[in-house]
């Protein structure tokens, strides 16, 4: 069982919020492969099916940003899942341009609680995570304001994309290796910052 989690906040407070991008791009995932992710487990809303004949869980942590490792130790200690091969996480990440996305089979957290929460709960680094930009904020914004903001108009076209090449990053790793998928999406429509 590999588990695909997209990060973001419960409640239409926070529906299309900057931090709920990983939120935005699972559930195209899920759509795409029909896996309806409404069942209420581990702190999560999940959905268990079938993507190009592999078997997934797709999360959604409904713990709040701050404390999404436990919903995820919870599924990965649940079906024995090894995170360094079996466990893929979608997240806003604001050191890159907005509609940018990233993918990484290791690495710290960059600063955002999620991921803070996720590396503290599994006790390692060493997991595959798809980045998703949402730029920095400008300096009239608080970190937390920006994060928590909602996208402009003309953001939102440029995010969609950006969802749906991390819904198509998130399937292709999990029949190719990840150095092939890195090639092929980290860079796809964007230039090198």
């Not at 995820?72 to 806003?92: F, G, H, N, T």
């Not at 993918?103 to 960059?110: E, H």
Request: with cysteine.
């Amino acid at each position: 069982m590999i588990i695909i989690a997209g990060l973001g906040n419960p409640g239409r407070k926070y529906e299309k919020t900057r931090h709920n991008c990983g939120f935005e791009a699972l559930d195209i995932l899920a759509d795409r492969w029909r896996i309806p992710v409404t069942q209420e487990k581990f702190r999560a809303l999940c959905g268990t099916g079938n993507i190009d004949g592999t078997a997934v869980l797709l999360m959604k942590p409904q713990t709040f940003m701050n404390l999404s490792g436990e919903a995820i130790q919870a599924a990965c200690a649940y079906y024995r899942a090894d995170p360094s091969s079996e466990l893929i996480v979608m997240y806003d990440d604001i050191s890159l341009d907005p509609g940018r996305i990233r993918i990484r089979t290791k690495g710290s957290s960059g600063g955002h609680n999620g991921m803070k929460s996720i590396i503290q709960m599994l006790g390692t680094e060493q997991f595959t995570r798809i980045r998703i930009g949402i730029g920095h904020q400008p300096e009239a914004y608080a970190q937390t304001d920006w994060v928590l903001g909602h996208f402009s108009f003309s953001e939102r076209t440029v995010m969609a994309e950006a969802f749906e090449r991390a819904a198509q990053a998130a399937a292709a790793l999990l029949t190719q290796q990840p150095e092939k998928v890195m090639s092929t999406f980290n860079a796809a429509g964007m230039k090198e910052q």
